[in-house]
């Protein structure tokens, strides 16, 4: 590789270049969506630098509040990054003068853009996901996903509370070993690496195509006990083949008895190759993960959290906008993820998704649950 001539290489695609390029395939556009895209960038490129020096600049430790999400469920304590974090996206979005309504994990209730820099988006997003991983250095990240509204009204929620089908774009930005940004505008994902010596998103994964099938499956197997009756059958904790056989013949509650999915996956019956359990505990990882080498991430309903923990606007949505766009399904358990009508801005729902016939075999054990029924 000659290092030198790629140092002053500039006919790279970068993101910049890449959406102004999509720009272009409409006579009618006014820049506007462009002009967002690049705040969102900025945004990500801001909050990589903080996330890159979090132990120098002290940014890493408790903030000394609770995020609204964790003065509901009792938990999450908000961090230093996850304040500069948000601070950060709101400043970069409304100073775009291209968003009417803001819906952040980290607030309580929506943000309202006032007039003169009101425009015609509404972008939902978490400005820092997986923060419990700060401070011991695992992979975080941001989520946005972006809907279009007619202007021609006053803006309120259910601006916002739209299912996920209609949103316009949807992405995320991995802080991790690299600076990954994720995108997509409705026609296929592309994956842009940030080149530290340049400042800009280099386009590294084009049209990214999640495999058919995938060799992983994603979830936190610490919750099997608490997980309802088709999920313990996908997805259970693991015993040997001679372990299982011992204790099936003891009286042992109802999902413990129906190893299925991960017996399946572990001790398959077909000749194929086992699947390998990968659980990051950051949904913008895990995802990323799924995304290129395939497979499943599940984060189901259980006994503690009945509707299921994951944020839909900002969370759902997105990751399974991404899914979709590039080849895989997403789920609830009960429908597509997409087709979801959320009724509150920090509503949660449980979600499968991944690789298409891995979702399709969950699906395949909801339906014959509900036959039971």
């Known amino acids: 590789m000659d290092h030198a001539a790629d140092a002053h290489r500039t006919d790279l695609m970068t993101i910049t270049r890449f959406?102004?390029?999509?720009?272009?395939?409409?006579?009618?556009?006014?820049?506007?969506?462009?002009?967002?895209?690049?705040?969102?960038?900025?945004?990500c490129k801001f909050v990589c630098s903080a996330v890159n020096k979090a132990g120098l600049a002290k940014l890493i430790g408790l903030a000394g509040e609770t995020n609204v999400q964790a003065r509901i469920w009792a938990g999450?304590?908000?961090?230093?990054?996850?304040?500069?974090?948000?601070?950060v996206f709101i400043k970069a979005l409304v100073s775009s003068g291209r968003t009417c309504v803001l819906v952040s994990e980290e607030d309580e209730e929506a943000t309202f853009v006032e007039q003169p820099k009101r425009g015609r988006y509404c972008v939902?997003?978490?400005?820092?996901?997986?923060?419990?991983?700060?401070?011991?250095?695992?992979s975080i990240g941001t989520i946005f996903g972006i809907y279009m509204v007619n202007d021609s009204h006053e803006p309120t929620l259910d601006d916002v509370l739209q299912p996920g089908k209609n949103m316009l774009a949807a992405g995320y930005c991995m802080y991790g070993s690299s600076c990954t940004l994720v995108l997509s505008t409705g026609e296929g994902v592309n994956g842009f690496t940030l080149d530290p010596s340049l400042g800009e998103f280099i386009l590294t994964h084009p049209?990214?195509?999640?495999?058919?099938?995938?060799?992983?499956?994603?979830?936190?197997?610490?919750?099997?006990?608490?997980?309802d009756g088709p999920t313990a059958k996908y997805v259970l904790i693991s015993f040997s083949r001679a372990l299982f056989s011992?204790?099936?013949?003891?009286?042992?509650?109802?999902?413990?008895?129906?190893?299925?999915?991960?017996?399946?996956?572990?001790?398959?019956?077909?000749?194929?190759s086992s699947k390998s359990l990968r659980y990051i505990g950051s949904m913008v990882a895990?995802?990323?993960?799924?995304?290129?080498?395939?497979?499943?991430?599940?984060?189901?309903?259980?006994?503690?959290?009945?509707?299921?923990?994951?944020?839909?606007?900002?969370?759902?949505?997105?990751?399974?906008?991404?899914?979709?766009?590039?080849?895989?399904?997403?789920?609830?358990?009960?429908?597509?993820?997409?087709?979801?009508?959320?009724?509150?801005?920090?509503?949660?729902?449980?979600?499968?998704?991944g690789s298409y016939d891995d979702v399709e075999e969950i699906k395949a054990l909801y339906?014959?649950?509900?036959?039971?029924e």
């Open 76 to 87: 999450e304590e908000q961090k230093k990054l996850d304040v500069l974090s948000n601070e």
């Open 286 to 353: 895990d995802v990323h993960r799924t995304l290129l080498y395939g497979g499943i991430f599940l984060y189901p309903a259980d006994k503690k959290s009945p509707n299921g923990k994951l944020r839909v606007l900002y969370e759902v949505f997105p990751m399974s906008f991404l899914m979709e766009q590039a080849g895989g399904q997403a789920f609830t358990g009960k429908q597509r993820a997409l087709d979801l009508v959320p009724n509150k801005i920090h509503e949660r729902s449980p979600i499968f998704l």
């Open 246 to 272: 011992a204790f099936t013949s003891m009286q042992l509650p109802h999902s413990f008895l129906e190893l299925r999915y991960v017996e399946k996956c572990k001790f398959p019956k077909d000749g194929s």
């Open 19 to 43: 959406v102004l390029n999509e720009q272009s395939k409409y006579p009618e556009s006014r820049g506007d969506f462009t002009i967002l895209l690049n705040h969102i960038v900025l945004g």
């Open 124 to 138: 939902v997003f978490d400005p820092l996901d997986g923060s419990s991983n700060i401070d011991c250095g695992v």
């Open 207 to 227: 049209d990214i195509k999640i495999p058919k099938k995938g060799k992983i499956y994603s979830v936190n197997e610490g919750n099997a006990k608490n997980w």
């Open 367 to 372: 339906a014959a649950e509900e036959k039971k």
